[in-house]
């Protein structure tokens, strides 16, 4: 309430009482006008009372709440269902205007404020996450293959000889689809093994560039958040081939904005070579619904023209989800969790060694991924015969979520591209594995859950193992019953 309306309440109660509830109030305008102003995360993450005042005062600037309002337009923000009403604070106009999402829409002042504000609280969530060199960040409404497919569609009107996409192979369908939905060819450039690790070949990717018209390429995308053993690839130094070779430089960061190493990257490679956009999701990086994708980048021209090219209107849920969770979190909160990230990334892995060691397993050595490890099914495969897919589904069974087994010999055509070992990134990787994350929000309960989890499954893998291979000796039983 406004400090005026205040000064007529106080005929209303005690004014004692008013008085330290109007300033209990100012407080709160403070931290707003801090936020306005200042435009970067608070240093303490809000109340929810606070972030829904804020939120329903910024609806309420948004043309389908306004009192008295005469609506004869064919997109007036009509919604049937309280439901759903609540569900979006009011807010039905969505973002942007005429397909230019950073535009402001004048049905929407409320919704266009908060898209900005939030794009700089984003901004500011980068720099403390390790991105610094980031000056802007494009809020999409799509995911991030989507989000991939729009940068490279800006990149055709840049480069009208161009009809193909070097990709350096990562063993995601999303990464192959974003390509061809664009309407190009996928190159591919295979990876290389270093040890237990999956590594980019950048010989191999020297020697393409060298041999090929680069004109020809829309753009080379590398990846930073991958499931090992696939280590981040080396964009600093693909990053200074694309600039010496004149060709765009995507990163896809899917889930990398978690990680201050995959995010220190990122930096690195702004600074030092070419990249032209570094696409992330919100979900995977910020715990919102899947939903929306921000393309980031050191210089704000092709960011705009991925906006800009933005084809209709958009939601603006995704970004509002953003907004109230980046106002609930505060810098404190957001570097906390990052943090915590981590810590229980090392933590997993002390709490698996026994386990491993228990069942002749091994950890594999993957030092470059700092999200994502993988353990190896060497002796489960081999002398158990089991496929890993089997273990999977067991750990699926007992509700583990997240990790995936990899044989490393299935060849899969994908997108019109025949990937052998698909899974592994690479041919002919020498362990079945099973690959797990400590990724942003990851619970010491769901570490000690799947690591007692992994230990019966094994155990029962090794107990079916046994008792085939006592039945084996003792002759075919009349009755299998269940495994
Ligand atoms: C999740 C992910 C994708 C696909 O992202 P969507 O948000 O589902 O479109 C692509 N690449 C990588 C590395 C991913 O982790």
């Known amino acids: 309430m406004d400090a005026d309306l205040l000064e007529k309440a106080r005929a209303l109660a005690d004014p004692a009482y008013v008085t330290v509830a109007e300033a209990a109030r100012r407080s709160r305008t403070a ?23 804020l939120v329903d005062e910024l609806a309420g600037l948004d043309a389908n709440q306004f009192i008295d309002q005469a609506n004869v ?105 974003c390509i061809r939905a664009a309407g190009y060819q996928i190159d591919v450039l295979e990876n290389k093994l270093d040890g237990d690790q999956v590594v980019t070949d950048m010989e191999a990717l020297e020697k393409r560039l060298a041999a090929s018209d680069p004109s020809r390429y829309a753009a080379v995308i590398s990846t930073t958040s991958c499931f090992a053993p696939r280590a981040p690839d080396r964009v600093v130094a693909i990053a200074q081939l694309c600039a010496r070779y004149g060709i765009p430089h995507l990163i896809n960061h899917a889930y990398g904005v978690q990680s201050r190493r995959c995010n220190g990257l990122v930096c690195a490679a702004c600074r030092l070579g070419r990249v032209d956009a570094v696409i992330f999701s919100f979900d995977k990086n910020f715990m919102v619904p899947v939903g929306g994708a921000g393309v980031a980048g050191t210089s704000p021209t092709f960011i705009e023209a991925v906006e800009s090219l933005y084809p209709g209107r958009a939601s603006v849920a995704p970004v509002v989800d953003l907004f109230i969770t980046l106002l609930q979190l505060g810098r404190d909160g957001f570097s906390g969790l990052l943090r915590e990230r981590e810590r229980r990334f090392q933590r997993f892995q002390a709490q698996l060694a026994p386990v491993l060691a228990k069942h002749g397993e091994r950890l594999l050595h993957t ?23 089997a273990i999977g589904s067991m750990l699926y069974a007992r509700r583990c979520s997240g990790p995936r087994a990899v044989l490393g010999t299935e060849r ?32 010491d309960i769901d570490i000690e859950r799947f690591c007692r989890r992994l230990d019966e499954v094994l155990g029962q893998v090794r107990g079916t193992r046994h008792a085939s291979a006592a039945s084996a000796a003792l002759g075919p039983r009349a009755d299998p019953g269940p495994p």
Not at 367 to 384: Q, R, V
Not at 420 to 439: F, K, M, Q, S, T
Request: glycine share 8%.
């Open 73 to 177: 337009g064919e997109r007036e923000g009509r919604i049937y269902s309280e439901l759903v009403r609540a569900r979006h604070f009011g807010m039905a106009h969505g973002m942007g205007r005429a397909g230019d999402l950073a535009a402001s829409q004048p049905k929407a002042c409320g919704a266009s404020i908060l898209v900005r504000l939030c794009a700089a609280l984003l901004l500011d969530a980068l720099h403390v996450a390790g991105f610094r060199s980031c000056r802007r960040v494009a809020l999409l409404p799509i995911a991030t293959g989507m989000a991939m497919t729009l940068c490279l569609l800006a990149l055709r009107w840049q480069r009208p000889a161009a009809d193909r996409v070097l990709w350096i192979r990562i063993d995601q369908k999303a990464c192959l689809k």
């Open 367 to 389: 030092p470059d991924n700092p999200i994502s490890f993988a353990i190896s099914l060497e002796h489960t495969m081999l002398e158990g015969g089991i496929e890993p897919t």
């Open 31 to 53: 931290l707003f006008r801090q936020l306005l102003t200042q435009r970067r995360l608070l240093p303490q993450g809000l109340d929810e009372h606070t972030v829904r005042l």
């Open 412 to 443: 899969r055509l994908v997108q019109g591209v025949l990937l052998a070992g698909y899974g592994a990134h690479i041919a002919d990787y020498p362990v079945p594995y099973l690959n797990l994350a400590a990724a942003i929000g990851i619970r």
